[in-house]
C-alpha cells in the first residue's frame, strides 16, 4: 500500500499521454483528446490548436515553434505574412473615381462611407448603419483590391487639400479627401501599410518588380498598373519532349505578342523622345515669331511701360478710348462702375483689342456701358504690375497711416511724384474721369467709399501675397479714397 501511495504521489501534477491517432482503437476513434494547460501567452495557448489537426501517422509530428515570434506561422491564411493588417471599421471620406482600367473618368466627388478590411478598401453608398451590419440584396459595396496598389499623397489631381492617390494593379484610380488632416493622414497610413503587407505577402517587391505568379504558370502579374517585363523560362533542346507539342497549342509566354516584353518598345520610346528634343530645340524664339508677325503684342496683360512706348504715348489708348465712351453717354447710368456687364461680350471686346483690329465703342454691340466699364476694370487688374507700383506699395500704405491731414496730402502727393511718367498720367486721367462719376452720384448712385470699393483691389496690390489679406484691402480702399477726395490738389486739377 505504502509502494502505491509513493506512485500515485508521483504521477500527481502529470498530465494524461496524448494519444496519437495510429492509437485510436473501436469506441476511441474519430475522437481527439487534448491537453488542457493554462498559459499566459498568447502565442502557447495558438500553438495549443495544433493538437486537433490529425497528422499522418507515417510521419513524424514536427514541432511547434513556442516563441512569441514564430506567433505568425499560426496564423490563419498568413501565407508568410508577417506583419498584422490594419483594419478600419469605417469612417465618411470624400471619393472620387477618376480612371477604371486606365480609361479616364470625369471627377466626381461623393462622400462614402469607407471601410479597411484586411485585404480591401470597401465603398458604402448606404447609410453607416446598414455598411455595419447585414446589407440588403442589391447593396454591395464597390470593393477595391489593396494587393499590388499604390498609395501616395496627391496635389495634381485635385485642387482640394488632404489628398490621397490609390493606383489599383488592374490600372483604376481613386482619390480619397478629408477636410480634417489627421483623419485622412491615418487612412493614408492604414492602407498604405496595408498593400505594403499584401505585396510582401504575395511574393512581389515594389518599384515594378515582378509580383504575383500566377499559378501553374511562369507568367508574373504586372504590379502598380505598370508593364513589367515577362520571365521566360530558358529555351529546351531541340530533342527535348518540351519542342514537340502540338502546334494549336499557345505559349502564354513564347507567343503571346500581349504578354511579352520587347526591347525594341524601350528603343521606340527613345527615339520619340529623341525626336521631341529635337523639335522642341529647334523651335523659333519668341523674338523671331514677333519680328516674322506670327506672334503680335497684345494690349491686355501687357506692361503699362512697354504699351505705352509701343504706341508713343504715356496713356493708353485704350484707356482714353473707354474713358471718353463712359463720359459719353454711361456718366448717369446707375451703378456705373459697380455693376458687371455680360463677361462673353467682354472677352468679345478683350480680343479685338489684343488683335489691334478696328472697333467702335459707339457701335451697337457695345451698347451695354457696363461692358465698357468691365473691359476697362479687366484691363488694369491684368496688368503684369498694378498702376501703383510694387515698390511703393508699402510706402503708400505708410502715408496712409498719417493722422494730419495736410501732412498725409503732402505724402501721397510726394509718393505720386515718384511714379513713372505713363503711370503718372494715367492715373491722373483715371481720377479725372472718376471725379466726373462723382458729379452724377444722384443719378448714377455711386460715392466715393463705392468707387473705392471697386478701384481699390484694381489699382494696387502687394506683389507677396504674405500679409492679411483683410487688412491690405482695407488700406488699398483708404488710399484709393483719400486721393479720389484729394485729387485735385494731389494732381493739380484745380488749375484746368
Known amino acids: 500500500a505504502a509502494g502505491k501511495v509513493i506512485t500515485n504521489l508521483q504521477n500527481v501534477g502529470k498530465q494524461p ?33 495544433k493538437s ?20 505568425s506561422q499560426h496564423n490563419i491564411g498568413g501565407a508568410g505574412a508577417a506583419e498584422t493588417l490594419v483594419v478600419l471599421k469605417g469612417e465618411y471620406l470624400n471619393k472620387a473615381k477618376i480612371s477604371d482600367g486606365g480609361k479616364k473618368l470625369r471627377k466626381n466627388w461623393a462622400s462614402t462611407w469607407v471601410v479597411l478590411e484586411t485585404d480591401t478598401l470597401l465603398f458604402y453608398k448606404d447609410s453607416k448603419q446598414e455598411a455595419l451590419t447585414n446589407l440588403k440584396p442589391g447593396c454591395s459595396p464597390d470593393g477595391v483590391d489593396l494587393c499590388g496598389a499604390v498609395v501616395e499623397w496627391t496635389t495634381e489631381r485635385s485642387s482640394r487639400r488632404n489628398v490621397v492617390q490609390i493606383t489599383t494593379s488592374s490600372g483604376s484610380e481613386f482619390l ?38 500566377r499559378a501553374n504558370s511562369t507568367e508574373y502579374l504586372p504590379r502598380h498598373g505598370l508593364p513589367s517585363k515577362t520571365l521566360s523560362l530558358p529555351k529546351p533542346a531541340p530533342d527535348s519532349p518540351c519542342t514537340k507539342e502540338p502546334e494549336h497549342r499557345r505559349s502564354l509566354i513564347f507567343k503571346s505578342s500581349k504578354l511579352t516584353y520587347s526591347m525594341s518598345d524601350s528603343a521606340d520610346k527613345n527615339g520619340v523622345k529623341n525626336r521631341l528634343k529635337k523639335f ?13 508677325g506670327i506672334i503680335k503684342d497684345r494690349v491686355f496683360g501687357c506692361h503699362l511701360l512697354a504699351l505705352c512706348e509701343r504706341e508713343g504715348t504715356t496713356v493708353p489708348k485704350f484707356v482714353r478710348q473707354c474713358v471718353e465712351a463712359v463720359e459719353k ?54 496688368l503684369p504690375e498694378p498702376l501703383f507700383p510694387f515698390p511703393l506699395f508699402d510706402l503708400f500704405v505708410e502715408a496712409i497711416k498719417t493722422k494730419a491731414g495736410k501732412q498725409k496730402v503732402q505724402a501721397i502727393k510726394k509718393l505720386v511724384l515718384q511714379l513713372p511718367k505713363p503711370n503718372q498720367d494715367t492715373m491722373r486721367v483715371l481720377f479725372r474721369h472718376l471725379q ?11 460715392s466715393t467709399q463705392g468707387i473705392s470699393i471697386v478701384f481699390g483691389p484694381t489699382l494696387m496690390w502687394p506683389e507677396l501675397d504674405c500679409g492679411n489679406m483683410a487688412v491690405n484691402m482695407v488700406y488699398q480702399n483708404q488710399i484709393v479714397e483719400f486721393i479720389l477726395i484729394e485729387s485735385p490738389e494731389i494732381f493739380g486739377l484745380e488749375k484746368k
Open 17 to 49: 499521454p496524448l494519444i496519437l491517432p495510429h492509437q485510436l482503437t473501436g469506441a476511441a476513434q474519430g475522437t481527439v483528446q487534448m491537453r488542457i494547460k493554462s498559459s499566459q501567452s498568447s502565442g502557447e495557448r495558438l500553438s495549443q490548436t
Open 52 to 71: 486537433m489537426v490529425l497528422q499522418d501517422p507515417d510521419l513524424p509530428p514536427k514541432p511547434i515553434a513556442r516563441h512569441r515570434r514564430n506567433q
Open 176 to 213: 480619397l479627401q478629408a477636410d480634417n488632416y489627421p483623419t485622412i493622414c491615418k487612412w493614408h497610413d492604414a492602407i498604405k501599410s496595408t498593400a505594403d503587407n499584401l505585396s510582401k505577402g504575395a511574393g512581389g517587391q515594389a518599384f515594378g518588380k515582378p509580383g504575383i505568379q
Open 280 to 292: 522642341i530645340s529647334r523651335r523659333p524664339s519668341m523674338k523671331t515669331l514677333q519680328e516674322k
Open 329 to 382: 453717354r454711361g456718366l448717369e447710368a446707375d451703378g456705373i462702375y459697380r455693376v458687371s456687364g455680360n463677361l462673353a461680350t467682354i472677352q468679345k471686346l478683350r480680343f479685338l483689342v489684343d488683335q489691334e483690329e478696328e472697333f467702335n465703342l459707339d457701335d451697337s454691340q457695345w451698347e451695354d456701358i457696363h461692358v465698357v466699364t468691365g473691359a476697362l476694370k479687366m484691363f488694369f487688374r491684368e
Open 436 to 446: 466726373k462719376i462723382l458729379t452724377c452720384s444722384r443719378k448714377n448712385l455711386m
